[in-house]
């Protein structure tokens, strides 16, 4: 399956603004409901969560069954929040998949750095600080 950079934002700015509770945790079933919509299955949001998880963009227990699986969202990781930070902008956003928009293969590490070089350009214009 293919990891949607746009579900990835989509998920991390959903999570930040449902305030998922760090004690007790979330189980996805719980979450993909309000989650799934016209852009995004249920399989594009799990898939999602899963890679987070894997890359460290989220705190969550997983467990695999034979019959399937139990994933329990407890929050958004420092290195979570700072992917999150650099694409929330919905200008720096828009700038950076133009820019890795002629681009077969854009990691996430990548779309974060050209993301941080996008919203440093757009500060070094509005202030003309040397950054």
Request: glycine share 8%; hydrophobic share 40%; aromatic share 8%.
């Amino acid at each position: 399956m293919k990891l949607k950079h746009d579900c990835v934002r989509y998920v991390l700015l959903s999570l930040e603004a449902q305030g998922i509770g760090m004690l007790q945790g979330v189980q996805l079933s719980q979450i993909l409901p309000k989650l799934v919509n016209d852009q995004y299955s249920e399989d594009d949001i799990t898939y999602t969560f899963l890679q987070l998880l894997d890359g460290g963009y989220i705190n969550a227990n997983y467990e695999k069954y034979v019959s399937g699986f139990s994933l329990i969202v407890f929050d958004i990781t420092w290195r979570g929040h700072e992917l999150l930070d650099s694409i929330r902008d919905d200008e720096v956003w828009k700038q950076t998949k133009k820019a890795t928009s002629t681009l077969k293969s854009v990691s996430i590490g990548v779309l974060k750095n050209v993301a941080s070089a996008v919203l440093t350009g757009i500060i070094k214009k509005n202030t003309g600080l040397p950054l």
